[in-house]
């Protein structure tokens, strides 16, 4: 290494010209002394609305070469002997670590310059140096020093270093310089992009990526597009998952088996059901027979929002597919029985599992004590609670919560206290469900100084106090007539120091406490504590509600400003405080913008935009979505023309009217 190698090397930040732009970040991986080309590595950032820029203060894009004399810009093609045999990478990677600047870099990588190593050897090379500093300089040497042919390769790996280490304006600023290289971005360095930022949760970044792609007719693949749904899956942001899945069809990739099952958990969560029903359907129709997954996840979904009519339907669905049954499709099943009722078929699949191959889990046994419970068969409940117990099959804090439920409704309220006891003595620790399942049987039970005082010594004892618990203490007090004690409790959520504000808003909220919940909204976005797109939706049904279209408003713009993408009950509610407001134009940019951003609408935002136009007696445009949605085979057809017959009729537009009627008639079958 020389001399230099040596000797203790300072960073040195070298004096730098009046840029024009706003601010300049350098790297701290610089050259020692009187550079080279006297410059450093920098990143510019010219405004808010353009890329990052990375580049040297002088450059050989520029079309000089660093003593000033001009030369083209690389070597031209000769025959060389490469020595990448002859070479321990190993040992070069270890001699790379050991600089500390870029002139010992070059330095050490000079035997080299007349390209006697392959790129393929310096692309391995890259794609094995761990700091994303120096696998910039390597990159500075390779393309600027030894004069390579740009390699989309190289960039490809240090933009993959780059991201790994969270550096997102110089990942950008890599991108432009590819460009001003002449080298075209491919799969692999959007897929990266898309990826680490959407990791990151830089979710409008990613889908700036996604759009470049396309402008680009670069060809994404299904495992790019996949990961980008799995993303806003676990984001539950559903409504971008969809805008994305949407993309992928219009690119013409077919989606898999696992992308179909992820969608139909995404339409699920965001309450389109009848797309998630349809997408069953779809499979079949492009001979992909959905599986035991598929049938489970909808089924879920229908039991989560308490449609067991349809949960039933579907079960009866998958068993004329003779679709194969697993564990997850019989506990949810079970519950669906218990929930209409019908207990005596939840105990009878329960009981048959073990004869289709499925052995019952510790869910299984507690959606059943669940069901004993509802039905009031409390001896049931007991019998199959002791012999978990017998048979030494697990059981948790699901398991106590239940039977202490179940004794609360038999009114034997010691036995549910020795629960308590028992849970605690086999190492299972109560949480807020059990206390407030307590707290709740004291209050019914007429007993609410017990309830008080557990619910103070809860306080004090430092247990998370959640919504569940708070809740159910204000629900105790409304029931006994102290109001005032319900209205204190509530006043303290304000505080953030006794409950974190995402936990408090919900429960206000759910109280109708507008004032409250609106200063805690308030404090809470401006501090940045609103992560979840959860508590957006619930001020915005809170102020619907309540009629506050004003702030109905600001919380969708707020929403919009953190980056979340809003589902169809959403925009309904949007397009009514809009409505209220008489902002139409407003109202038709969004439904137009959104779902052009790939927004799957209900049909009930479709006709709150057909009565928006009837509202301003905007009748062509009316005309113009009937037709529209007319044509669009999942619109239901009979609601649509009763909709825009109804607009018609309450401007005393009968002809019209009429019109749309006898259209009407004309159709067979209605959806």
């Avoid at 001009?70 to 321990?88: A, E, K, M, N, T």
């Avoid at 550096?167 to 075209?184: D, I, K, N, P």
């Avoid at 409304?478 to 504000?501: C, F, M, S, T």
Wanted: with cysteine; aromatic share 10%.
């Amino acid at each position: 290494m020389g001399s230099s190698s040596s000797s203790a090397i300072s960073i040195l930040v070298h004096s730098i010209p009046s840029s024009p732009f706003p601010f300049i970040v350098t790297n701290p991986y610089t050259i020692n002394g009187p550079s080279r080309r006297n410059c450093c590595i920098v990143v510019a950032i010219s405004s808010p609305s353009t890329k990052d820029v990375w580049r040297r203060r002088s450059t050989t894009l520029l079309g000089t070469t660093p003593t000033g004399t001009s030369h083209p810009l690389h070597r031209g093609r000769q025959q060389i002997v490469f020595l990448d045999h002859s070479v321990d990478m190993d040992e070069l990677l270890t001699l790379i670590g050991q600089t500390t600047n870029e002139q010992e870099l070059f330095a050490l990588m000079s035997p080299y310059k007349g390209r006697q190593l392959s790129i393929r050897f310096m692309v391995s090379l890259l794609s094995r140096e761990p700091d994303w500093q120096r696998s910039l300089a390597l990159l500075d040497w390779i393309n600027e020093e030894a004069l390579y042919t740009p390699s989309v390769f190289a960039y490809n790996v240090v933009m993959r270093n780059v991201l790994r280490a969270k550096q997102w304006q110089v990942a950008h600023g890599l991108f432009e310089e590819m460009r001003q290289r002449a080298l075209s971005p491919d799969r692999f360095t959007y897929s990266t992009l898309i990826t680490h930022f959407g990791k990151q949760g830089l979710f409008d970044d990613a889908l700036s990526w996604l759009q470049k792609m396309e402008q680009d007719r670069v060809t994404g693949d299904l495992v790019l597009y996949s990961n980008l749904i799995e993303l806003s899956r676990k984001l539950c942001d559903y409504s971008k998952a969809i805008s994305i899945f949407s993309r992928l069809k219009r690119s013409g990739i077919s989606p898999d088996l696992v992308a179909y099952n992820s969608m139909i958990n995404v339409f699920g969560k965001a309450k389109l059901f009848r797309e998630a029903r349809l997408l069953l359907q779809e499979m079949r129709s492009v001979g992909i027979l959905p599986d035991t997954v598929s049938y489970s996840t909808l089924l879920s979904m229908y039991v989560e929002n308490q449609k067991f009519v349809e949960g039933l339907s579907l079960f009866s669905e998958m068993k004329a597919a003779k679709c194969p049954l697993d564990l997850t499709t019989c506990n949810v099943m079970i519950d669906v029985y218990g929930q209409l009722d019908m207990a005596k078929e939840a105990d009878r699949l329960f009981w048959s599992m073990r004869k289709m191959g499925i052995e019952p889990n510790v869910v299984s046994y507690n959606t059943l004590l669940h069901v004993y419970g509802e039905a009031e068969l409390f001896g049931e409940a007991i019998h199959l609670f002791r012999l978990m117990q017998r048979k030494d099959i697990e059981q948790n804090v699901v398991t106590y919560n239940t039977m202490v439920k179940i004794y609360g409704k038999s009114l034997e309220h010691e036995k549910a206290n020795n629960l308590i006891e028992e849970m605690q003595s086999r190492g299972i620790v109560p949480n807020s469900i059990t206390y407030s399942t307590i707290i709740s049987i004291y209050s019914k039970a007429g007993k609410l100084d017990q309830a008080a005082m557990l619910f103070q010594k809860l306080r004090v004892s430092g247990i998370e106090m959640d919504q569940v618990l708070y809740q159910t203490m204000i629900v105790a007090y409304e029931r006994a007539g102290l109001v005032a004690h319900a209205k204190r409790l509530l006043q303290e959520l304000k505080r953030p120091d006794n409950i974190p504000r995402e936990t408090a808003i919900p429960i206000l909220a759910r109280a109708g406490r507008i004032e409250e919940a609106t200063w805690v909204f308030r404090q809470a976005y401006g501090a940045g504590e609103v992560k979840d797109i959860s508590i957006f939706s619930c001020m915005i049904n809170l102020f619907s509600r309540n009629r506050k279209h004003a702030n109905v408003v600001e919380v969708f713009d707020k929403m919009r400003r953190a980056g979340y993408f809003p589902d169809s009950n959403a925009i309904a509610l949007v397009l009514n405080a809009y409505g209220k407001l008489r902002e139409f134009e407003k109202a038709d940019a969004l439904y137009r913008d959104i779902k052009e951003e790939g927004c799957v609408y209900s049909d009930e935002v479709h006709f709150q935009m057909l009565s928006l136009y009837g509202a301003r007696k905007a009748f062509d445009a009316i005309e113009s979505l009937f037709e529209s949605l007319n044509s669009d085979p999942n619109i239901n057809k009979k609601e649509l023309h009763l909709v825009v017959a109804g607009i018609y009729e309450r401007f005393n537009r009968l002809n019209d009217a009429s019109r749309i009627i006898n259209r009407m008639g004309g159709i067979g079958t209605f959806k």
